[in-house]
């Protein structure tokens, strides 16, 4: 079962990758893509994203089964905010 949302961008796209980046290492995470898709995964958490000038549209694509949705959006948040 796979899940998607979006979270507004308020700061240029570079600035939100670099940001994704840095967290994704310092996590031991991997992120890989540009400034207008790519995916993501770590702590069995498996993604992709799509961004625009506005939002960013991401699909979670895989999750531990115990793990409730609500966490794993607000990790992911963490990645791009």
């Not at 998607?4 to 700061?11: A, D, K």
């Not at 770590?42 to 992709?48: A, E, K, R």
Request: hydrophobic share 35%; proline share 5%; glycine share 6%.
């Amino acid at each position: 079962m796979s899940k998607s949302f979006s979270l507004p961008i308020r700061e240029s796209p570079a600035i939100v990758l670099e940001r994704a980046r840095r967290t994704a290492k310092d996590l031991n995470a991997t992120f890989q893509g540009s400034h207008t898709t790519g995916i993501f995964s770590g702590s069995g958490i498996i993604g992709h994203y799509r961004m625009t000038d506005k939002n960013i549209d991401i699909t979670i694509t895989e999750k531990p089964f115990i793990t409730p949705w609500v966490l794993v959006e607000y990790r992911v948040k963490q990645f791009f905010t």
